[in-house]
Each structure stands twice: as C-alpha cells, then as structure tokens.
C-alpha cells in the first residue's frame, strides 16, 4: 500500500476514530487502526473495541491499493505533531509502515488486516433519518444523567422509544435513579414500530463528537441489538444494551402543585457559592422556599454554615427541601432560557424541572434528607 493524505485530513480523521480505540488492550490488534487505500483515490480508516466501530472515508492519493493495521495512538500522535500544510506519505510493506513527511521519518509495526475484527450488522429492519441538530439536543440534554454505575448497566445509556402522546413522538431518557432527563420530538419518518432501545454511554460520545461535523440529516438504521449512523463520511456501528430499561414515567410527577419560578444562572450561582462548604460526602443543599423568597443554606459539622437568598417567584405554602449540590448545578445547565419552572409536592416527593408546559426537555429530581 502506499498512499499520500493532507495532514489535515488525516489528523481530522484520527482524531474521530482513535477515542473509540481503548488505550490498554488484552488483544494487540484493538489497538491498532484498519487502514485501507482503494485505487478510485479512497482511504477508509476502521476502529472498533468489539462493542463500537467507527469507519471513516476520505480522498486521498493513492498510487498502490492495500490495506493494514497500525497503532491508533501512535499515528494520530503522529500526525498531530507534524507541521500544518504538510503532506503525509504512507508506506506499508513486509510487516511495517513507513510514515513520511517533509524531513520526518518514522516506521511503524503493523498488524496483518485479516486478523482485524468487523462487527456483523445482520439485518436492521428500521430505517429513518432525523436531523443532526435534533439527535445533538437530545444528547446534550440528557447524557449527564446517564448512571456511570456498572451493575445496574441497563441505565448506562440514553433510553429511546416511540409513543403515541395524541401525535407520534420519539423520546429519549437517561437516569442514574436520582435524576432524570427526558427529551420528547415528533417521530422521524419511518421510525414507527421501532423496538425500544439503549444506546450505550461510548457510543453517545462518540456520536455526539462525529455530530458536530455534520450538516443536514443522520441516517439510522437499527434492529434490537444493533444501531447504525450515517454521518457523511462516516458511518458510526455499535451494539445496544441487551437489558430492559425501567418504565421511567412512574417517577414523573403530574401532581406537583407548588410552583417555584427560577433565573438558572442565578440560581446555579448561589448554589456554587453555599456548597463550598458542604461536605464532601454529602454535597446536601438545603431550600427554604416562602412567598417570593427563596434560601439556600449548607450545614457542615466540620467546615460551617452558608446560607444566600436567590431570586424567584413563589406563592405556595412555606416548606424546607433538600437537594443533592452537584445534581442541581447539572439541571439548570441544561436549559438555555432565563427561566425555570421547579414543580414541586413536598420534602420526600420527586420534583420536576422544566422551562415550560412546551418545552421538548423536562427533568425529574430526587429530594435528600437534610
């Protein structure tokens, strides 16, 4: 094989596929990148970590076809340090690459391409395209509430599945089981009698760097246990959550009647400012809502007291709240406007968070004891 690709290029599309490749490896070919050259002037690199895969193509030019396996963080180390314009020479025979470019040469092992394993597709029955702006909210709004714990794993992705709520919706939801995100669009074409399923915490960040590159729509194409985009020049495979999601609904309060109306950045300001003082362990808040008045305060036997008045509106009955810090600096983060609504019931109820009665995010948040 030998062919000569922009450093741009190349660097563009290392940077793509390398995160998918873990950095220890029981099995050396994990390690390493699928490189393949095609005389119609197309370089297709592959990366995979058996449960992901990334296949990303670009012109290039090349002079023989062929195709190898070479260190993913090497090369893009390589490439990442190379002067910008430059033009980068790849070489592979007898078992090495050579990497050329301006007066820097370097020669890379590599790995046979027949050893280098693919994911089976099998068949994906449902097709439908939705636009990269849609899939870029729903992951920007929900995957901080993705659970990072591995023995409840069927929680380790974002939930997706279509509903009938008076017109046909898609939603998406994420919860580690002490919050909850949920994301609500009219369902894309095509996406009607799609199973329901998890998309895994890798893959979502995976996807959602390959989305900042694409304009327009993402292809994709599932079954039960696997799911494909389409993003342009790359095409992102990856094995769904073989697990059942919980039926998340029972915990979205529809009776919450105390109303609260926040600034979030006001509010995740003062929050910031009285759990400088909590706890490590606990992080506990505590809220003391009265008619248009709203305190934060933070008890810590070891470090003190804090407490600030925040600005908002209410007019229900006095009561005290407690919340985790980190949880309620996440939530507001996540709503764009200058205004949020916290619906609430009482100190041990589940509280619902969203901009208003029309916003497509709403966000559910367990209470603490304080």
């Known amino acids: 094989m030998r ?82 314009g430059s033009q980068v020479q790849l070489h592979a025979a007898d078992g090495r690459m050579a990497v050329n470019a301006g007066r820097a040469r370097f020669s890379l092992a590599t790995l046979p391409r027949d050893d280098f394993p693919t994911i089976a597709e099998g068949e994906l029955p449902t097709s439908f395209e939705i636009p990269a702006s849609s899939l870029i909210q729903i ?72 989305l900042d590159e694409v304009e327009g729509t993402v292809e994709v194409t599932l079954s039960a246990t696997k799911i ?7 095409v992102l495979t990856s094995k769904l959550i073989d697990g059942t999601f919980p039926d998340y609904s029972r915990v979205i309060p529809t009776g919450n009647d105390k109303i609260l109306r926040i600034d979030p950045k006001s509010f995740m300001a003062g929050v910031d400012r009285v759990s400088t003082i909590a706890s490590d362990k606990t992080r506990a808040v505590k809220m003391a809502l009265e008619p248009d008045r709203i305190t934060l305060s933070v008890t810590s036997p070891e470090n003190g007291t804090a407490a600030e008045e925040v600005p ?52 559910v948040l367990m209470p603490m004891r304080v």
């Open 3 to 84: 062919a000569t690709i922009e450093r741009a290029t190349l660097l563009k599309c290392l940077s793509h596929v390398q995160s998918v490749v873990e950095r220890r490896n029981t099995i050396p070919i994990l390690s390493n990148v699928l490189i393949e050259a095609s005389e119609g002037g197309k370089i297709k690199v592959t990366a995979t970590d058996l449960d992901l895969q990334v296949v990303e193509t670009f012109a290039a030019d090349v002079e023989t076809p062929g195709a190898t396996t070479v260190s993913a963080h090497t090369l893009f180390e390589i490439a990442r340090k190379l002067p910008d």
């Open 139 to 210: 992951i920007d709004k929900t995957r901080f509430a993705i659970s990072t714990e591995e023995t409840r794993y069927y929680l380790n992705g974002i939930f997706f599945h279509v509903s009938d709520d008076g017109q046909p919706v898609l939603k998406a939801a994420a919860t580690d089981g002490h919050r909850l995100a949920r994301v609500t669009i009219p369902r894309p074409e095509g996406a009607e009698g799609m199973p329901d399923i998890i998309v895994p915490r890798k893959c979502v960040a995976e996807l959602r760097k390959l």
């Open 312 to 363: 908002g509106e209410y007019s229900a009955d006095a009561f005290e709240i407690g919340f985790n810090a980190r949880y309620l600096m996440d939530l507001p983060g996540q709503i764009e406007g200058n205004s949020i609504e916290v619906h609430l019931a009482d100190a041990a109820a589940p509280t619902l968070l969203r901009e208003n009665d029309k916003s497509d995010a709403l966000y």
């Open 228 to 234: 494909r985009f389409g993003l342009g020049t790359a």
